[in-house]
């Protein structure tokens, strides 16, 4: 049990600082004239730029921006770059719907960051299938603060593993103003 609990502690340790440190770095650059960035870094633009809305409330994000959920997009890049994310804003996920030229795709959330590392998703939830991308995608609201994992589930994870179709967000308590 003390193992479990240890280990338990060191995940959640890991975990923390990975958000340190990726939150720590997010304007860093490097020279006088400031012209080296992170490659995956946008310079002089909005780091939320697949926001649909414009107002204090909840955002309305379509995951990979016009790329949507693909194989091949690198989503925890992505998420990176289009942080913060907030409690109750809505994630849409868009992707076609499997035909002769379409390879399916799916949505499944993992319970935790072993999981979401391993591509495992023996104890994953699907949150969408392989048509419920279609048309207006499928929304998915981040309803508390805790860290959401995701992941595509097709082809027994190789779609998370090979295809980069992974990515994890831990939506922040939206500031009121009074």
């Known amino acids: 049990m003390a193992f479990k609990a240890a280990h338990s502690f060191f995940v959640i340790l890991c ?36 926001n649909t809305n414009d107002h204090d409330g909840p955002n309305k994000i379509i995951v990979g921006g ?3 959920w693909r194989f091949g997009f690198n989503y925890s890049v992505w998420a990176f770059q289009n942080a913060p994310f907030y409690v109750n804003d809505v994630l849409v996920f868009k992707y076609d719907a499997p035909n002769d030229t379409v390879f399916p795709h799916s949505v499944y959330q993992l319970p935790n960051l072993w999981s979401y590392l ?22 998915f609201v981040l309803k508390r603060w805790l ?9 027994g994870g190789l779609h998370c593993r090979e295809g980069r179709m992974k990515f994890m967000v831990l939506p922040l308590l939206r500031r009121w103003h009074y």
Request: charged share 15%; glycine share 10%; with cysteine.
């Open 15 to 50: 975990a923390a600082s990975m958000l340190t440190l990726c939150s720590a770095n997010r304007g860093w650059s490097y020279g006088l004239n400031n012209t080296y960035q992170w490659p995956w870094g946008h310079k002089n633009e909005s780091h939320n730029s697949n």
């Open 66 to 68: 016009s790329d949507h």
């Open 147 to 155: 860290p959401y994992y995701f992941a595509c589930g097709e082809h």
């Open 118 to 139: 391993r591509c495992d998703l023996s104890r994953a939830k699907m949150i969408a299938n392989a048509t419920q991308g279609d048309g207006e995608g499928f929304e």
